[in-house]
């Protein structure tokens, strides 16, 4: 028995490996980093009050703890610890040094600084017992912890596996020759308009065994928006609301427009839970602001929305962008 050798098969596997070693690699990647994201210019705490206060943080986003830290600044300053969030940080001449930082743990001190100015390049280097650090100059640039990076790695995974899962049904579903050629009318998946009246109904909701958007399809239930009253760029609309189905529901009716925010109280944009019952006729109105001396469509759209549900607990949704007349 021979095997057949195929080159994209082990060009594949070859990369493939080259990326599993790239991923761990950069998950256990130490990584050290300094920022420094706050300087102050003036200190009343220096002798000559000229000296400045300086913020210096220092970052571990390896994965393992950091032993040893020593941040080397530029010798020509002088340089005084004000306070640390650790008890395990001190200043020897020009060198901040750090006993231990943990993974994904953060040490700030605070620095006065004398006999110039401090910038981000006074920040000689910075060294532990088993890796060399950078310094960055914003906070956007100190990078992802050992645990973040993981969850990406998972992530990635995860969405290569649902891809490949995906293409591969794809490819199956292609491959199949057609079976269903002959299905019955009634077999067919049944397809509900979703547009009624003027209203638009969301597919969720557009279902055979949903009795209100059925009584609404078939006019059972009917919401007619009527003729609106204008005062100024105040506008008052009705909605007539027509039950003529089987079981009474409660119509929760809210109007909205883009200059209604802020000026009107949202409280007053909806009306809630009017019951409508069965073979009874409502009208509800609301105040909404309408531009009178605008033409924009977008300033004299005035945006509606229904929500019926019945005792037993079913719902309907039906939404309408109605444009008031210039």
């Known amino acids: ?27 256990k990647m130490a990584r050290l980093v300094v920022l420094v994201p706050k300087t102050f210019s003036y200190s009343e705490l220096t002798e000559s009050g000229n000296g400045q206060l300086v913020e210096i943080a220092v970052f571990n986003r390896g994965w393992k703890t950091e032993d040893t830290i020593d941040v080397t600044m530029n010798p020509a300053l002088t340089y005084q610890m004000l306070g640390a969030n650790s008890q395990d940080v001190k200043v020897e001449q020009n ?6 930082i943990a993974p994904s743990d953060e040490i700030t001190a605070l620095i006065i600084v004398e006999k110039g100015i401090f910038r981000r390049e006074d920040i000689v280097q910075i060294v532990s017992k088993d890796s060399k650090g950078v310094t960055v100059s914003k906070a956007e640039e100190i990078g992802p912890t050992g645990q973040q990076r993981v969850q990406f790695v998972v992530a990635l995974v995860v969405m290569l596996l649902l891809g ?6 794809v490819q199956s579903s292609i491959a199949q020759p ?19 009246g003027g209203w638009t109904i969301e597919s969720h909701y557009r279902t055979k065994d949903n009795a209100l958007y059925q009584a609404v399809l078939s006019g059972k239930i009917k919401l007619v928006v009527g003729s609106p009253q ?9 909605v007539r609301v027509s039950n003529s189905g089987p079981t009474p ?45 605008s033409s924009e469509a977008a300033d004299r759209s005035v945006y509606i929305e229904a929500f019926l549900k019945t005792l037993e607990g ?3 949704m039906l939404k309408q962008v109605y444009i008031k007349a210039s």
């Open 314 to 316: 079913e719902s309907l």
């Open 164 to 169: 490949g899962g995906s293409y591969l049904a």
């Open 1 to 27: 028995m021979t095997l057949e050798f195929n080159p994209l098969t082990s060009l594949l596997s070859v990369f493939g490996a080259l990326g599993v070693a790239a991923l761990i690699g950069w998950i």
């Open 95 to 100: 060198r901040l040094k750090i006993s231990r």
């Open 249 to 293: 529901f409660v119509i929760t009716l809210s109007m909205n427009t883009n200059a209604s925010v802020g000026r009107i109280p949202s409280h007053e944009l909806r009306t809630f839970d009017h019951m409508v019952p069965v073979d009874q006729t409502i009208e509800r109105s609301i105040r909404v602001i309408v531009p009178i001396r």
């Open 230 to 238: 204008t005062k100024g760029d105040n506008t008052t609309i009705p």
């Open 178 to 196: 057609p079976q269903q050629v002959g299905l019955k009318a009634s077999d067919a998946k049944e397809e509900f308009p979703a547009k009624v």
